[in-house]
C-alpha cells in the first residue's frame, strides 16, 4: 500500500466535467486522486496537463463498459489502497440531436453505458468504499425533465422508496425493449434515451443510498446524484451557459462534504442545492 492511504476516483475524467472535477479534487482533497479515462493515451496526455499545473494525479485505464477493466481497477484500488475513499462516477455518453442512429439504437447504447455501466462499477467499487466515504453519480437535470413526461405509473415507480435494484433494472430492460418494439411512448415513456439513461442513474442512487443507511449505518457513507449543470463539453456543445470548472463545482462539493457531514444522502443535488424529486 502507498504511504498515502486516502484516495479519490473520478470515471471519465480526461476531459470536460471530469478533467475539471479531477483537478479540484487534487486541490483540495488530502489524498491521491486517480484520473481513470478509457483511452490511456488520452489519459495520460490529461495526467500530464495537470502535472504541468503542479499537481499530481494518478492515472488508470478504466473502459466502463468492459467488466474486466472495472475489475482490474478494483483489484488495483484494493491493493494499492485497500479501499476507496471517494467515488465520482463521471463517464457517460449521449448521442447529439441531429445523429442519424434509429431511436432504439440510441437507447440500448446509451443505456448500456449511462446506466448499466455505471451499476457495474457500483457493483464492484461500493463495497471498496471506507468509512466517511463519499459517492457522486453523475446525473442530470434532463432525469427530472424525462420523469415528468413519463406516465403516472411510471412516475410513482421511480419516484418509491422502496423500489429495489432489481425493479428498477428491469424498468431500464423494458424501456430498451420498448424503443425496439417502437411503442415506447405508448407505454409511458418519454422520448429520450439521454434522459430515461439518467432516470435510473437517479433512482439507483437513492436505492444505493438506503442500503448502505440499511447494511453499513455507523459508517456515514453519503452518497449522492446530481446535476453538474448545462456545461460547454464535447456532448453538451459550446452553447451551453457553464464552463467545466463551474460545472465542477457541485460534484466536488458532494465528493468533499466533511466528515461529520450527516447529508444530504441519497438525493438529488444541483447547483449545492437538493432537489425535490
Same mark, same amino acid.
Given at each position: 500500500m502507498t504511504s498515502c492511504s486516502r484516495v479519490a476516483l473520478v470515471t471519465g475524467a480526461n476531459k470536460g466535467i471530469g478533467f475539471a472535477i479531477t483537478r479540484e479534487l487534487c486541490r483540495h482533497f488530502s489524498g491521491d486522486v486517480v484520473l481513470a479515462a478509457r483511452d490511456a493515451e488520452r489519459g495520460r496526455a490529461a495526467v500530464q496537463q495537470l502535472q504541468t499545473e503542479g499537481l499530481n494525479p494518478r492515472f488508470h485505464q478504466l473502459d466502463i463498459d468492459d467488466p474486466q477493466s472495472i475489475r482490474a481497477l478494483r483489484d488495483f484500488l484494493r491493493r494499492e489502497y485497500g479501499g476507496l475513499d471517494v467515488l465520482v462516477n463521471n463517464a457517460g455518453i449521449a448521442f447529439k440531436n441531429a445523429d442519424p442512429t434509429p431511436f432504439h439504437i440510441q437507447a440500448e447504447v446509451t443505456l448500456k453505458t449511462? #446506466? #448499466?455501466?455505471?451499476?457495474?462499477?457500483?457493483? =464492484?467499487?461500493?463495497?471498496?468504499?471506507?468509512?466517511?466515504?463519499?459517492?457522486?453519480?453523475?446525473?442530470?437535470?434532463?432525469?427530472?425533465?424525462? +420523469?415528468?413526461?413519463?406516465?403516472? =405509473? +411510471?412516475?410513482?415507480? #421511480?419516484?418509491?422508496?422502496?423500489?429495489? &435494484? =432489481?425493479?428498477?433494472?428491469?424498468?431500464?430492460?423494458? #424501456?430498451?425493449?420498448?424503443? &425496439?418494439?417502437?411503442?415506447?411512448?405508448? =407505454?409511458?415513456?418519454?422520448?429520450?434515451?439521454?434522459?430515461?439513461?439518467?432516470?435510473?442513474?437517479?433512482? +439507483?442512487?437513492?436505492?444505493? %443510498?438506503?442500503? +448502505?443507511? %440499511?447494511?453499513?449505518?455507523?459508517?456515514?457513507?453519503?452518497?449522492? %446524484?446530481?446535476?453538474p449543470g448545462w456545461v460547454r463539453t464535447d456532448m453538451a456543445g459550446p452553447k451551453a451557459t457553464k464552463s467545466p470548472e463551474e460545472g465542477a463545482e457541485t460534484p466536488v462539493y458532494l465528493a468533499l462534504l466533511p466528515s461529520d457531514a450527516e447529508g444530504p444522502h441519497g438525493e438529488f443535488v444541483s447547483e449545492k442545492k437538493v432537489e425535490p424529486w
Open positions: 449511462n #446506466f #448499466f455501466s455505471t451499476r457495474n462499477i457500483c457493483t =464492484e467499487l461500493l463495497p471498496l468504499i471506507k468509512p466517511q466515504g463519499r459517492v457522486v453519480n453523475v446525473s442530470s437535470m434532463v432525469s427530472v425533465r424525462a +420523469l415528468k413526461s413519463c406516465s403516472p =405509473e +411510471l412516475q410513482q415507480k #421511480f419516484r418509491s422508496d422502496t423500489i429495489t &435494484e =432489481e425493479e428498477l433494472v428491469a424498468l431500464m430492460n423494458k #424501456f430498451v425493449e420498448d424503443t &425496439e418494439k417502437g411503442v415506447h411512448q405508448k =407505454e409511458g415513456w418519454p422520448n429520450t434515451a439521454y434522459g430515461v439513461s439518467k432516470i435510473g442513474v437517479t433512482v +439507483l442512487s437513492r436505492i444505493y %443510498a438506503r442500503n +448502505l443507511s %440499511a447494511q453499513r449505518p455507523g459508517d456515514k457513507i453519503l452518497l449522492n %446524484a446530481c446535476c
